[in-house]
């Protein structure tokens, strides 16, 4: 059996399994087989549908898109490995039979070390746990993605997060050991920071107390300060490049997109995470130690106050709201925040980088201060409190169990080709459903108005009258009748990554009774249209 593993997001380590001949699907209704709890995902996102051939992932129309691999996809065909992307969230589609993410270099040795078990994945890496052979050390192990290895500069541009870090080694920075290339990977040894990022922290308890907080956050503002000393920029500031040691201690990881200050040539592309992206790296303009100053105001207002400064249901929207949107204080998100520290964050989170403070040190000197007045002195370090995420195992979430569908059902099945209409006809029949036939949309329209039906299956690509008008028709007619609209990976529209309109589920083609069983199952649950997001 296939799973889906969930790499990033609010149930990191979770595997969902695919059962064979099914249709599951992904979104952020309740009424969806997998729930994503992620404002920037669709109700109704992406559907992952089992075939004879292997599976499919299949976007259903949903507003800022479905990520194969860091490409936007309509259709295409699942191999074991491949990276899902929604929004925040990230997937991993898993062909092993124990749902465990220990595909790939699992046992294999890179270059003195060891690869155990994998942690994490990101964009363009998978982190594994490791040790260094000769030392009997525990590592990190990162690896750059095999289908994001071919792209051009994406060897140079994973290889200079390790040179970046020969230049920046400090206490409150993870350390990288070494990076090379071996049996055909590219790889970095990092210091294992074993009590996981400042994010997975937040993922549980949504925040954390003002003096557990500002500790990391000073640790890492003495990270910055040797950046700038440096001159460099680290660009990519969040909650989930912050880890935490088991002494209470945090560091600064990922240097992978830190540059020069004034550097032209990294300014040409858009580097960094939306959400803490200052508006000047947005506009991909010149940008200083300000601009982590930026990041590290948005990570405070995150951790304290429990939410992301500025949201959006797409980049666009988060980068819009930025440049525009109004901020509410962090004293009216959290009312235990002390004025000092709410107008520092206030000053940090500036749109103008010439309104923020001027460095780091002048972030860290005011942070302290404000320690001092809400304790009397720095508090101790402890690691209460943080518990480890679970990387363990990977306990098999419950798909949701559908109601069965009530006999005779009545459906519609809109194509040109009989071969076609013959094998919807024979699935449906066996799920015990009643089935009449149009060949063209407007015979399926004059139908409708004398017939009731409780669905519509059609075609996409018919002559005279396309499946996408037919939807609409249909939509425009009877708004509460379902349409599922069956197509193949051959349809060139399709393929081109055109989205139908008005169409509750799309399915590939050849039609099954298990898949149709499993799609009408969720259209009776409640799905709602993705056009209602």
Known sequence: MAYIVIEKGAERGRAIPVPDGEVLLFGRSPHCHVMIEDHLASRAHFVVEHQREGHLLIDQQSRNGTFLNGEPIACAKLRNGDQIDVGNTTFTYSEEDDASPDAGPIGKELGGYRIEKRIGRGGMSTVYRGVQVALARAVAIKVLSPARAGRPGAIERFHEEGRASVELIHPHIVEVFSFGEAQGLYYLALEYMRFGSLQDHLARLKKLPLKDVLPLVIDICTALEFIEQKRMVHRDIKPANILLTDRGLAKLGDLGAAMLMDSPDETSRLVGTPHFMSP????????????????????????????????????????????????????????????????????????????????????????????????????????????????????????????????????????????????????????????????????????????????????????????????INVKARFPELPVIMLTSLGAEMLESGEHPECVSLVLSKPVTKNRLNSAFKLVRAGLIDPEDD
């Open 280 to 471: 000047e790296q947005a506009d991909l303009k010149p940008v200083d130690c300000r601009s982590d100053v930026y990041g590290l105001g948005c990570t405070i207002y995150q951790a304290i106050g429990g939410v992301i400064p500025f949201e959006g249901s797409s980049v666009e929207e988060i980068i819009q709201n930025q440049r525009q949107g109004v901020l509410p204080p962090l004293s009216e998100i959290n009312h235990e925040i002390p004025e000092r520290l709410n107008a520092l964050v206030s000053r940090m989170i500036s749109r103008a980088p010439e309104d923020r403070p001027a460095n780091a040190t002048e972030v860290r000197e005011e942070l302290e201060a404000c320690l001092h007045e809400e304790a009397g002195a720095k508090p101790a370090r402890t690691t209460e409190g943080f518990v480890l995420p679970n990387t363990r195992e990977i306990p098999i979430r419950k798909i949701l169990e559908l109601p069965p569908l009530p006999p005779g059902l009545r459906v519609l099945v809109v194509d040109d080709q009989r071969v076609s209409v013959l094998a919807a006809e024979r699935a449906c029949k066996v799920l015990g459903c009643v089935t009449h036939s149009a060949k063209s949309g407007p015979e399926a329209l004059e139908l409708l108005d004398s017939e009731q039906f409780d669905f519509v299956l059609t075609d996409r690509v018919m002559p005279g009258m396309s499946g996408d008008v037919l939807a």
